[in-house]
């Protein structure tokens, strides 16, 4: 997962979700760590990431040495899902039971939207004080930063991303190895692995129709017929975009032909991610084509085969930018305490735990990364950043797009809707979102 960007009726959407509060705050993971201070001093705080995930890994890390460094302080964790924070992350952040420093997702639609509101805290003056800005590389900055707008790129920041992440292509090492296949560097290649798989009985690809995966296989099909000059286009609104045209054009129409080939299963269209992963996990599928973010529950979790990765093949642009953003609500009651937290997570101890857990670390010492793994995912994210690769995500561009994007490509996994369809179908709340923030 924004003042004049929001039209009214996305205002009024927004507060007919006030009655989901008490949900959303109800099935989410809560843990109160700490001891109550003598001062009543308390830092809320909610992330998304699993416990055996890097993430989860490197944050309880950090709380830890939070705790330690502000021995008086009760942290008061709960993990959310991410769904729960896509959402209703504005409504939730500006009321009472929002937290002081949260988890969010970048991009124009989500922290750009609140940025734009002025529910989020500038974070400027701090990340020239507590050098954020010279620790974090300007390709990373892209989405840290938003303008009045709240388009990502130039503006205050509003932000601090503190890893990396991008998608690619996770094998069962073993699968390809019983059906002859090597790791493919050319698109053709992979789709004869593919051919190959499906000729075995196996399928090739694991996905989830309910969730983000269709929609960002969809998009890294278009980028292998895309250059930067598209991303600008289509992140950035730097000239318009036909939906008919290639590359969205071939991206779509790839995609229903993977599904009629049965690289993907039907059955994947009312999956969520979980069940992407867990199938990928319990050996239902050769691969999926996701984030870096399982990587470390993967490395935990596969114990039945030998797996790997490899960057999408027939293409220098893949899905990935900074990771998610620490922000600040504007309604945060201990805005010192947040920034002390999200300068513990930069920290080497920190960087360091990200990266031997399988993150991806924008502060870490590389020769502290030691395993052969880790060491190949984070070479694969520099490769990336040094071809200008980072291509963001296809949700980004506007307010309420991924729910528009689910839908759509999930009418091409069930077949109920033409590749043609899905694009009028996708193409026309991108370009009205796009002509709201425009018009300012």
Not at 184 to 192: K, N, Q, S
Request: aromatic residues 10%; proline residues 5%.
């Amino acid at each position: 997962m924004k003042n004049s960007r929001l039209k009214a009726g996305m205002i009024a959407g927004l507060a007919a979700l006030s009655l989901t509060l008490a949900a959303c705050s109800g099935s989410s993971d809560t843990a109160s760590t700490g001891s109550a201070s003598e001062d009543g001093g308390s830092l809320k705080l909610w992330h998304y990431e699993s416990a055996n995930g890097a993430m989860g890994i490197a944050w309880d890390k950090a709380i830890e040495i939070f705790k330690t460094e502000h021995p008086g302080v009760t942290v008061d964790f709960e993990r959310k899902a991410f769904e729960q924070i896509q959402q209703n992350g504005g409504m939730i952040i500006s009321s009472d039971e929002g937290p002081d420093i949260m988890e969010y997702n970048k991009g124009n639609a989500t922290a750009g939207l609140l940025a734009s509101q002025g529910l989020l805290t500038d974070l400027s003056a701090e990340a020239t004080a507590r050098g954020w800005d010279t620790t974090l590389p300007s390709s990373l900055q892209t989405t840290a930063k938003y303008d009045e707008r709240g388009v990502m790129g130039s503006g205050n920041w509003y932000g601090v991303p503190n890893y990396g992440e991008y998608v690619m292509v996770y094998y069962n090492k073993d699968v390809f190895a019983a059906n002859g296949i090597e790791v493919p560097t050319t698109l053709d290649e992979f789709t004869a692995a593919m051919d190959t798989l499906v000729a075995a009985g196996t399928t090739p690809i694991c996905m989830a129709g309910a969730e983000y995966p269709a929609g960002q296989l969809a998009y890294q099909l278009a980028l292998t017929k895309a250059d930067r000059s598209f991303v600008d286009d289509y992140q950035l609104y730097k000239n318009p975009v036909d939906f008919q045209a290639d590359p969205l054009k071939y991206g779509a129409e790839t995609f229903d032909q993977w599904v009629k080939k049965g690289y993907i299963s039907q059955e994947s269209a009312s999956l969520k991610a979980e069940d992407m992963g867990t199938g990928f996990i319990g050996g239902k599928c050769a691969m999926i084509v996701s984030g870096s973010w399982w990587y470390g529950r993967f490395s935990e979790e596969i114990t039945g085969f030998d797996w790997g990765t490899f960057l999408f093949p027939g293409t220098k642009l893949s899905l990935g930018s900074s990771g998610n953003l620490w922000v600040v609500p504007e309604a945060s009651k201990n805005k010192e305490l947040a920034y002390d937290f999200i300068d513990i997570t930069m920290s080497p101890e920190v960087q360091e735990l990200l990266g031997n857990s399988g993150g991806i670390p924008v502060a870490a010492d590389p020769a502290k990364i030691t395993d052969p793994k880790n060491q190949e995912l984070i070479a694969n994210f520099n490769k990336v950043t040094a071809a200008d690769g980072l291509a963001f995500y296809p949700d980004w561009p506007v307010p309420g797009y991924y729910d528009v994007l689910v839908s759509g490509y999930q009418s091409l996994i069930n077949q109920s809707k033409s590749p043609a369809e899905v694009l009028d179908q996708i193409s026309g709340p991108y370009q009205e979102g796009v002509d709201a923030i425009q018009a300012g």
